[in-house]
């Protein structure tokens, strides 16, 4: 099986990297393409993979996958659709371009399937939402299923789930981050060297997201077995509840699903 991609940004980074480190491929396996004569260096050095300057060549595999960014998107199909076959599969991972855009871009019955995956990919630790075309047979499904969990978990969702799927998924790393470093900068301020605060933070959301998974308790269940009586934690959760964190958050996921909706 070979594997194109086209776009080698840290989306493609993190997959390319989740596929080899599972062992599922090797690197004369896969092949990207970028932009720039410098990504494409940066990329064969890091992975030792094929990289080209040529999209239709990067095309030239069993499974394409199109992860270019959303604006790009409609530019790099016109630049290859005459280039794929209806045996190929394309796999795109551009928040916000639905099947409907895809298939008519492509022209003609092409295996196309539309996923969002994200950065954790990087470690092993990603989740991929998939949703196929109907010219996708159940195996070729499980075999680009099988890719997507290489590199963590793959969940077949409707599409109408989508923009909801990067808000809570594609995107929230980043709100992720940012916790971890605003609990970081705290404990700094408490006097905790740099360093030393991250891994506390970092290791605390590692370790509290795998009692949500492992447990399958309620996170409301989990939070009130820290919440002791007059103690520290339930002080800090009031806090917490009167500066708007729920509502924060699910007002950044709303605005991040009406961009999707909208691009």
């Not at 919440?227 to 009167?242: F, H, K, N, Q």
Request: aromatic share 4%.
């Amino acid at each position: 099986m070979k594997l194109g991609f086209i776009g080698a940004g840290n989306m493609a980074q993190a997959m390319i990297g989740g596929v080899l480190g599972s062992g599922l491929l090797q690197k004369d396996d896969i092949i990207a393409s970028a932009a720039t004569q410098n990504t494409i260096e940066k990329v064969q050095k890091q992975y030792g993979i094929r990289t080209t300057l040529n999209n239709r060549e990067a095309a030239d595999a069993d499974i394409v996958f199109l992860a270019v960014k959303p604006a790009y998107c409609g530019q790099v199909i016109e630049e290859i659709k005459d280039t794929v076959s209806e045996q190929q599969i394309i796999v795109s991972i551009a928040a916000g371009k639905t099947m409907a855009w895809l298939e008519e871009k492509f022209g003609g019955k092409k295996k196309i399937i539309r996923t969002m995956p994200n950065t954790p990919a990087l470690v092993g630790e990603g989740i991929t939402a998939v949703c196929p075309n109907d010219n996708i047979s159940t195996e070729e499904l499980q075999s680009v299923c099988k890719i997507l969990e290489s590199f963590g978990r793959a969940e077949v969702v409707q599409e109408s789930m989508m923009d909801a799927v990067i808000a809570v998924s594609g995107s929230s790393p980043a709100y992720v981050f940012l916790f971890i470093e605003a609990m970081a900068d705290a404990a700094v301020a408490e006097g905790m060297p740099r360093a030393t605060a991250y891994q506390f933070a970092a290791q605390s959301v590692l370790g509290s997201a795998r009692m949500v998974l492992e447990t399958g308790k309620h996170p409301g269940e989990l939070k009130d077995m820290v919440c002791s009586p007059a103690g520290t934690t339930i002080e800090a959760v009031r806090v917490l509840e009167r500066k708007g964190l729920r509502g924060s958050v699910m007002e950044c996921m709303r605005v991040c699903a009406d961009k999707s909706r909208n691009m």
